[in-house]
């Protein structure tokens, strides 16, 4: 596995134990449809949120956060549109980002970032 699918990798299995231990249920995780990929799909109460994920070992390039282009957005809400229509979702929504910096064994930094984007 290339070194920047492994840090994917690993940011995403940091995003939901992260989102478990504040108590969400991870519904999907690496939703696909069509072209557009949802990294975690989570839901706590009547709340569902569909959380875009990206993680970088440095902030030498930027924060994560800022790596998302509004095409990429745009593919989220997508993907969001279908997975809201095949549950027949009638509750509340939320689109968020985790975004994580640093690399093992130093801790990892998680900064989410609720009500992202629309």
């Given at each position: 596995m290339a070194q920047h699918n492994h840090?994917?990798?690993t940011g995403e299995k940091l995003a939901a134990t992260y989102l478990i231990e504040h108590g969400f249920t991870i519904l999907a995780q690496n939703y696909r449809y069509q072209?557009?990929?949802?990294d975690i799909i989570a839901q706590k109460g009547t709340l569902l949120i569909f959380v875009e994920v990206k993680t970088r070992t440095s902030n030498q390039f930027g924060f994560p956060e800022e790596?998302?282009?509004p095409k990429k957005i745009d593919l989220f809400l997508l993907a969001a549109?279908?997975?809201i229509h095949q549950l027949n979702w009638q509750h509340d929504?939320?689109?968020?980002?985790?975004?994580i910096s640093g690399r093992s064994p130093a801790p990892f930094q998680i900064h989410h970032i609720e009500d992202a984007f629309h």
């Open positions: 840090t994917g990798a072209r557009a990929e949802i790596a998302i282009t549109e279908e997975y929504i939320r689109f968020d980002v985790i975004a």
